[in-house]
């Protein structure tokens, strides 16, 4: 076989696709939650994946747990007031927020915030 052909005799492409994964859709209170995959590692091992990059091991308790809250976080995160409820039809408006702003530490003169 010739360098760069595969055994089907295609040559090397710059995109390829590893697969297949085992993801899943993380579900609150019959809504998706944007941004988070799932995947089932055994009986009681969640591992959840945050925006492709960050990961957390869990139990399916903390999972239950954690799960309502992270999905709080994403929805404001991304301009809403909360993740939907249950027996919500469609979501809420998005609505303005207070946008963060820089800190500054008052300091008396002459002293130091050290």
């Known amino acids: 076989m010739a360098t760069g052909e595969h055994d089907c005799g295609m040559p090397s492409m710059r995109v390829t696709f590893p697969g297949p994964f085992s993801f899943h859709d993380v579900v609150v209170d019959g809504w998706s ?15 959840l994946v945050l925006d492709d990059r960050l990961v957390v091991d869990l139990t399916a308790a903390e999972a239950d747990r954690l799960l309502p809250f992270v999905a709080n976080a994403i929805a404001v995160a991304l301009g809403y007031g909360a993740h939907p409820r249950a027996g919500t039809r469609e979501l809420p ?22």
């Open 33 to 47: 939650v944007p941004l988070l995959r799932a995947s089932l590692r055994g009986e009681d091992d969640i591992r």
């Open 93 to 114: 408006p998005l609505i303005p927020h207070m946008a963060p702003r820089p800190y500054v530490a008052a300091v008396a003169r002459g002293e130091t915030d050290a």
